[in-house]
């Protein structure tokens, strides 16, 4: 069982930044694949990034190469979104999600075992 909290979400400009962290609980963190994934009003979940149980392999949303990164620190139990030149269009609830983890990274939502509660992201124009 693994319990997820997300945090560092926000109100922010057009180009401003955010870093979103997930602190995850249990021992088998490390084991595990994590996803960001957003939802904004009206539409459907879709995946923002994903990272490796090592933090050796990462993959983008095509919208966010180059503006978001994914990283994680397995001591400290966390992953991060480090989000720059921030959009009105990133606007929505962001949730962390963890992936047991197999040969590949995966990218719909219902491939991930365990989700956070999310938090809001508000990127004004």
């Known amino acids: 069982q693994v319990q997820l909290v997300e945090s560092g979400g926000g109100l922010v400009q057009a180009g401003g930044s955010l870093r979103l962290s997930c602190a995850a609980s249990?021992?088998?963190?490390?084991?595990?694949?994590m996803g960001w994934f957003r939802q904004a009003p009206g539409k459907e979940r879709e995946f923002v990034a994903a990272i490796s149980w090592s933090g050796g392999a990462t993959y983008y949303q095509d919208s966010v190469k180059g503006r978001f990164t994914i990283s994680r620190d397995n001591a400290k139990n966390t992953v991060y979104l480090q989000m720059n030149s921030l959009k009105p269009e990133d606007t929505a609830v962001y949730y962390c999600a963890a992936d047991r983890a197999g040969p590949y990274l995966v990218t719909y939502s219902y491939e991930y075992d365990y989700w956070g509660q999310g938090t809001q992201v508000t990127v004004s124009s």
């Open positions: 249990g021992r088998t963190f490390s084991t595990y694949h």
